[in-house]
C-alpha cells in the first residue's frame, strides 16, 4: 500500500490500548540514511482555546502502528503517564485551574 503524507494527514489516529482518540497526524519523522518513516507526530491539544499553550506533541514510533486503514491509523501506544493520567480524568477547564 503506498500512502502520501497529505492521506496520512486526513487519517484519525486511535490508541488501541484504551480505545482513546489521539487526533490526526500532523508530520512525520523521516530517517535520511535509510529513506525510512520513523513515526508519526500527533499536535498536542490547545489548553482553554490556545490561551495556556498546548500539550506536548504525540510522537508514535512506526513500530506501534497496528492499521492504517481508509479513516484511521490504530496504534498500539504508551501514552506517558502525565498524559494518561489527563485523559483518565477527562480535562476540562476546571482540571486546568487545578493543575499543580
Known amino acids: 500500500m503506498f500512502c502520501r503524507l497529505g492521506d496520512l494527514r486526513s487519517k484519525y489516529v486511535i490508541n488501541v490500548r484504551n480505545g482513546c482518540k489521539l487526533g490526526y497526524v500532523d508530520d512525520v519523522e523521516i530517517d535520511t540514511v535509510s529513506a525510512g518513516v520513523n513515526s508519526i507526530v500527533i499536535r498536542g491539544k490547545l489548553r482553554f482555546f490556545g490561551i495556556l499553550g498546548r500539550e506536548e506533541d504525540i510522537i508514535i514510533p ?4 497496528e492499521v492504517i486503514g481508509e479513516d484511521t491509523i490504530l496504534v498500539n501506544h504508551v501514552l506517558p503517564p502525565s498524559r494518561e493520567e489527563h485523559k483518565k480524568s477527562g480535562g476540562g477547564f476546571f482540571h486546568i485551574l487545578t493543575e499543580d
Open 62 to 65: 512506526w513500530e506501534d502502528i
